[in-house]
């Protein structure tokens, strides 16, 4: 079983920055791929990011060269170091993490809550 505990949202202008950080429970969560995905109020969930557990990335289209996932297996971390806001960032921010052997994500945080204004 793994808990994830999401952190790091606030009100931040347009062009600005936050770091999200994604706290895990569990000893094993190096083997774990972790995502950031969000959703808008009145829209779907969407895929941000994720990283593997040997450290490989993807980004959206919409945040490449923006954003930039990381982790610190030390300290059963991952990050969401987000630059250049813009209004249409704004949403509730969740990571999820899976097995890599497993398609879907299993664990999920409750949330946190981005506000990007113009």
């Known amino acids: 079983q793994v808990q994830l505990v999401e952190s790091g949202g606030g009100l931040v202008q347009a062009g600005g920055s936050l770091r999200l950080s994604c706290a895990a429970s569990?000893?094993?969560?190096?083997?774990?791929?972790v995502g950031w995905f969000r959703q808008a109020p009145g829209k779907e969930r969407e895929f941000v990011a994720t990283i593997w557990s040997g450290g490989q990335t993807y980004n959206a289209n919409s945040v490449k060269g923006r954003f930039t996932i990381s982790r610190d297996n030390a300290k059963n971390t991952v990050y969401l170091q987000m630059n250049r806001l813009k209004p249409e960032d704004t949403a509730v921010y969740y990571c999820?993490?899976?097995?890599?052997?497993?398609?879907?994500?299993?664990?999920w945080g409750q949330g946190t809550q981005v506000t990007v204004s113009s």
């Open positions: 999820a993490a899976r097995l890599e052997v497993v398609a879907e994500y299993q664990y």
């Open positions: 569990g000893r094993t969560f190096s083997s774990y791929a």
